[in-house]
């Protein structure tokens, strides 16, 4: 995942006409952090990758162990 999209910031800081897509697929990390992704170059996407296409569920367990945020 992006986290803070800083392999992407890196990416980018090395030629000016470098694009990159930073994906996060944790809602609440992609919300605290890699959307504040700190260059115009670097495009914050709420999204997994995969090898294939489709949708899954996502399960963050909370603190405990025993719940989920999903």
Do not use: C, W
């Not at 995942?1 to 800081?13: L, P």
């Not at 990159?20 to 992609?30: D, G």
Request: aromatic share 6%.
């Amino acid at each position: 995942g992006a986290h803070g999209a800083e392999a992407s910031m890196r990416f980018v800081e090395e030629d000016p006409d470098r694009i990159a897509l930073a994906f996060e697929a944790n809602p609440f990390t992609f919300k605290k952090r890699t959307i504040h992704a700190a260059s115009p170059q670097v495009i914050p996407m709420n999204q997994g990758v995969g090898a294939e296409p489709a949708t899954l569920l996502l399960r963050i367990p909370d603190k405990h162990g025993t719940g989920s945020k999903t």
